[in-house]
């Protein structure tokens, strides 16, 4: 970001850009010169997808946009005033020069339909402004032709910008166009949405303007007329047709309420529909003016053709009543039918129905999800049983505990918002007129909120008895957590003692070699002269060594005694070179452990080790447990580079489970050039695991004991695998 610097002396709050505006003369599209170079910079950074292919639209961020207005300040390109202000990026507050011209432009530019706009979150849960030339602002920048239009709304995504300081980022051109209608700043707002979603096939031609309400208690209301299905226009439209029109409406609605609300009410949705949100069931409402044939209620509920047509609206049909001569009022399980002249009349009092139906939906959900959750602690509750017997069950436990602990909290909150909602929603009056009040006595209103606030507090005894049934959880994990604790420490103590028992032994080994090497190397230096200068087989008898010995060595006082003295100290000189050279031979152990904590078939393990010379074997049996420690000189150093590797298993017999490897290798007397490293001893191990064939792949998959959640997720990632492949 550039840094804040003064203003221009010339330019003055007085004499800033209205003034030159107004002296300016304007181009041919209608724009003023900096609104044409602003829209000429917008276009060089942003790009809309070509129809029909897997391009990414290219939008500017409103930041980076800023940023670029005031350095064509400074180039002199642009003849706008600026000023520094404060600005949030990234969670950091910085200054930013901004200038109040440029921007008003970008939003004139949005208003004549040449720039789009697009509302989206960042990482740090802030909203970003994207900006995007329009179809329209090509065209005028390529041929000079302006328009008089204006535009309130713009283009929303639920998508998370990662980078919210880069000056660019692509988007997929299925987004949602918003029209703001009325809104209040804490109860409602009502806004029209048109969908720019792809279509099946080609020949498909989808035109949704859905109205959407949004109230503070919770309620969605998504609304539309249908003018045409096919090539039924206005009348007589096909329940058939219509049906799949429904279901095409309840995923469009989804998407486009996904791009309005936040991040965190997502969050909720899918916790309570297991990642399945955009699925999620919804009240269909169908008011008609006529439908036919015009029957009775009773007529209609055949348990035939007429019923089996309606079903496909409004599900499996519960009742019918004639609330007037000339009105028809049908129940489904998942919607409604009103028919008849007068049916928009009562749609008020409908609408106020359905808040209540949707809530009872909503609560059937939830009661589901409560009960999954209870499932998913019984199976952590069967996990932690036995986890003494799988080393990887803590982790599982943990990452299970906590995930549920969320879950909890977050089913917490949803209910106090539903309790909220129920208090909120208002019972609406009894009308006056006949067909009014037999509507009303139908819907029950008052009768199902009371239903409903009994089923809320069902509800809050059973998340608080899951949160219960949580905290025993975590005390039982801690029990697993301490017992692997107090195992670990118990076999650190044997370890620790049994160390400390032959670092005693070696140091006094070590000290007594190097005493009996020294005494040795003089014992031996001695004998070297007694060789010399013995009785009987010395050299000293010689006649040419006779003299040599009388006039220099029997004749010179110490002489032999330093000589003596040198000899040892030569002879204990190659000794201790020698050790040191085994010593260093010694020292270059590479060892390597492999933390495996896998499902084997230990009938294969045990043949594959019977193979081997042991060197040392340790078992260890407790009530669940049989620990088998198993130490072998891999003989065939050719396969090793020259030097033969020793190495541990530790397995458990009893539970099929391999613990560890353990491999000590001495490079230093491998050969230069075939030595291992490392990694390739790693590799080396893996590679005659798998080739023994000992996994038990079956045994360790533990998908079945998955979350409810974690499952649902591995069905989107074997989805989309799917479509990835068929691309």
Same mark, same amino acid.
């Given at each position: 970001?550039?840094?804040?610097?003064?203003?221009?002396?010339?330019?003055?709050?007085?004499?800033? *850009? &209205?003034? #030159?505006?107004?002296? /300016? $003369? =304007?181009?041919?599209? @209608? +724009?003023?010169?900096?609104?044409?170079?602003?829209?000429?910079?917008?276009?060089?950074?942003?790009?809309?997808?070509?129809?029909?292919?897997?391009?990414?639209?290219?939008?500017?961020?409103?930041?980076?946009?800023?940023?670029?207005?005031?350095?064509?300040?400074?180039?002199?390109?642009?003849?706008?005033?600026?000023?520094?202000?404060?600005?949030?990026?990234?969670?950091?507050?910085?200054?930013?020069?901004?200038?109040?011209?440029?921007? *008003? &432009?970008? #939003?004139?530019?949005? /208003? $004549? =339909?040449?720039?789009? @706009? +697009?509302?989206?979150?960042?990482?740090?849960?802030?909203?970003?402004?994207?900006?995007?030339?329009?179809?329209?602002?090509?065209?005028?920048?390529?041929?000079?032709?302006?328009?008089?239009?204006?535009?309130?709304?713009?283009?929303?995504?639920?998508?998370?910008?990662?980078?919210?300081?880069?000056?660019?980022?692509?988007?997929?051109?299925?987004?949602?166009?918003?029209?703001?209608?009325?809104?209040?700043?804490?109860?409602?707002?009502?806004?029209?949405? #048109?969908?720019?979603?792809?279509?099946?096939?080609?020949?498909?031609?989808?035109?949704?303007?859905?109205?959407?309400?949004?109230?503070?208690?919770?309620?969605?209301?998504?609304?539309?007329?249908?003018?045409?299905?096919?090539?039924?226009?206005?009348?007589?439209?096909?329940?058939?047709?219509?049906?799949?029109?429904?279901?095409?409406?309840?995923?469009?609605?989804?998407?486009?309420?996904?791009?309005?609300?936040?991040?965190?009410?997502?969050?909720?949705?899918?916790?309570?529909?297991?990642?399945?949100?955009?699925?999620?069931?919804?009240?269909?409402?169908?008011?008609?003016?006529?439908?036919?044939?015009?029957?009775?209620?009773?007529?209609?509920?055949?348990?035939?053709?007429?019923?089996?047509?309606?079903?496909?609206?409004?599900?499996?049909?519960?009742?019918?009543?004639?609330?007037?001569?000339?009105?028809?009022?049908?129940?489904?399980?998942?919607?409604?039918?009103?028919?008849?002249?007068?049916?928009?009349?009562?749609?008020?009092?409908?609408?106020?129905?359905?808040?209540?139906?949707?809530?009872?939906?909503?609560?059937?959900?939830?009661?589901?999800?409560?009960?999954?959750?209870?499932?998913?602690?019984?199976?952590?509750?069967?996990?932690?049983?036995?986890?003494?017997?799988?080393?990887?069950?803590?982790?599982?436990?943990?990452?299970?505990?906590?995930?549920?602990?969320?879950?909890?909290?977050?089913?917490?909150?949803?209910?106090?918002?539903?309790?909220?909602?129920?208090?909120?929603?208002?019972?609406?009056?009894?009308?006056?007129?006949?067909?009014?009040?037999?509507?009303?006595?139908?819907?029950?209103?008052?009768?199902?909120?009371?239903?409903?606030?009994?089923?809320?507090?069902?509800?809050?005894?059973?998340?608080?008895?899951?949160?219960?049934?949580?905290?025993?959880?975590?005390?039982?994990?801690?029990?697993?957590?301490?017992?692997?604790?107090?195992?670990?420490?118990?076999?650190?103590?044997?370890?620790?003692?049994?160390?400390?028992?032959?670092?005693?032994?070696?140091?006094?080994?070590?000290?007594?070699?190097?005493?009996?090497?020294?005494?040795?190397?003089?014992?031996?230096?001695?004998?070297?002269?007694?060789?010399?200068?013995?009785?009987?087989?010395?050299?000293?008898?010689?006649?040419?060594?006779?003299?040599?010995?009388?006039?220099?060595?029997?004749?010179?006082?110490?002489?032999?005694?330093?000589?003596?003295?040198?000899?040892?100290?030569?002879?204990?000189?190659?000794?201790?070179?020698?050790?040191?050279?085994?010593?260093?031979?010694?020292?270059?152990?590479?060892?390597?452990?492999?933390?495996?904590?896998?499902?084997?078939?230990?009938?294969?393990?045990?043949?594959?080790?019977?193979?081997?010379?042991?060197?040392?074997?340790?078992?260890?049996?407790?009530?669940?447990?049989?620990?088998?420690?198993?130490?072998?000189?891999?003989?065939?150093?050719?396969?090793?580079?020259?030097?033969?590797?020793?190495?541990?298993?530790?397995?458990?017999?009893?539970?099929?489970?391999?613990?560890?490897?353990?491999?000590?290798?001495?490079?230093?007397?491998?050969?230069?050039?075939?030595?291992?490293?490392?990694?390739?001893?790693?590799?080396?191990?893996?590679?005659?695991?798998?080739?023994?064939?000992?996994?038990?792949?079956?045994?360790?998959?533990?998908?079945?004991?998955?979350?409810?959640?974690?499952?649902?997720?591995?069905?989107?990632?074997?989805?989309?695998?799917?479509?990835?492949?068929?691309?």
């Amino acid at each position: 970001m550039s840094k804040p610097q003064p203003k221009k002396e010339e330019e003055n709050l007085d004499s800033g *850009s &209205d003034t #030159e505006t107004e002296s /300016e $003369e =304007e181009e041919d599209t @209608g +724009l003023t010169e900096n609104q044409n170079r602003m829209l000429y910079m917008i276009s060089l950074y942003t790009r809309r997808a070509t129809p029909g292919t897997d391009e990414k639209d290219e939008w500017v961020r409103k930041p980076a946009l800023i940023v670029l207005i005031y350095e064509g300040i400074v180039a002199g390109v642009l003849d706008y005033d600026y000023a520094p202000a404060s600005a949030l990026v990234q969670n950091r507050r910085i200054w930013m020069n901004v200038s109040q011209e440029g921007k *008003s &432009d970008i #939003e004139f530019l949005r /208003e $004549e =339909e040449l720039v789009n @706009g +697009l509302q989206m979150s960042s990482k740090s849960f802030q909203p970003i402004t994207c900006y995007q030339i329009s179809d329209k602002g090509k065209e005028l920048l390529n041929n000079n032709v302006g328009s008089t239009e204006r535009c309130q709304g713009g283009f929303i995504s639920p998508a998370m910008d990662a980078d919210a300081t880069a000056t660019q980022v692509e988007m997929s051109p299925e987004l949602t166009s918003v029209d703001i209608l009325d809104y209040t700043l804490t109860n409602h707002i009502n806004f029209e949405a #048109e969908i720019n979603f792809a279509n099946d096939g080609d020949n498909v031609v989808q035109v949704e303007t859905f109205g959407v309400s949004l109230n503070a208690e919770g309620t969605c209301f998504y609304g539309l007329q249908v003018e045409a299905v096919l090539d039924r226009i206005k009348d007589n439209i096909s329940l058939d047709h219509l049906s799949r029109l429904l279901v095409d409406v309840q995923q469009d609605s989804s998407a486009i309420v996904d791009a309005i609300i936040s991040q965190y009410q997502r969050d909720l949705l899918n916790l309570v529909f297991l990642g399945d949100a955009e699925n999620r069931n919804k009240v269909n409402l169908l008011i008609a003016n006529e439908i036919t044939p015009h029957l009775t209620a009773e007529e209609y509920m055949d348990k035939g053709e007429y019923e089996n047509e309606l079903k496909q609206v409004i599900g499996d049909t519960k009742a019918a009543y004639d609330i007037s001569e000339h009105d028809t009022l049908i129940f489904g399980a998942y919607g409604l039918l009103v028919a008849g002249p007068n049916s928009r009349h009562h749609e008020p009092l409908l609408c106020a129905y359905l808040q209540f139906i949707t809530i009872d939906i909503f609560l059937q959900n939830f009661f589901a999800r409560i009960w999954i959750l209870n499932d998913d602690m019984q199976t952590t509750n069967n996990i932690i049983l036995e986890g003494d017997k799988d080393p990887r069950a803590l982790n599982r436990i943990r990452y299970r505990i906590c995930k549920l602990a969320k879950d909890i909290i977050m089913l917490e909150e949803i209910l106090g918002y539903m309790l909220e909602a129920l208090e909120i929603i208002e019972i609406p009056p009894e009308p006056p007129e006949q067909a009014g009040r037999s509507l009303y006595e139908r819907l029950e209103i008052a009768g199902m909120r009371n239903q409903l606030v009994r089923r809320a507090m069902d509800l809050k005894k059973n998340v608080a008895g899951s949160h219960r049934f949580l905290d025993v959880l975590r005390e039982m994990s801690s029990v697993v957590s301490e017992s692997k604790m107090f195992q670990l420490n118990e076999s650190v103590d044997m370890n620790t003692k049994r160390m400390c028992s032959l670092q005693e032994s070696n140091e006094k080994a070590a000290s007594s070699l190097q005493n009996l090497q020294i005494i040795f190397g003089g014992i031996l230096a001695f004998n070297i002269l007694d060789r010399l200068t013995g009785n009987n087989w010395s050299v000293a008898n010689s006649s040419w060594f006779s003299s040599f010995y009388e006039s220099v060595i029997v004749n010179t006082p110490l002489l032999w005694f330093l000589i003596s003295m040198l000899v040892w100290l030569l002879i204990s000189l190659a000794f201790y070179q020698m050790y040191r050279s085994g010593n260093y031979i010694n020292e270059g152990v590479t060892t390597i452990r492999l933390k495996i904590n896998r499902k084997i078939f230990v009938d294969r393990l045990v043949t594959f080790l019977r193979s081997k010379l042991h060197s040392y074997e340790e078992r260890q049996y407790d009530d669940v447990n049989d620990i088998v420690r198993i130490t072998y000189t891999d003989n065939m150093k050719r396969d090793w580079g020259g030097s033969k590797p020793v190495i541990t298993f530790e397995y458990d017999e009893r539970n099929a489970y391999l613990f560890t490897v353990t491999v000590q290798y001495n490079r230093r007397k491998a050969r230069k050039a075939l030595v291992f490293n490392a990694e390739e001893l790693r590799e080396k191990i893996i590679e005659e695991l798998n080739g023994m064939d000992v996994w038990d792949l079956k045994g360790e998959d533990k998908s079945a004991e998955d979350l409810a959640a974690d499952k649902r997720a591995s069905i989107e990632r074997l989805l989309e695998q799917e479509e990835d492949e068929d691309k």
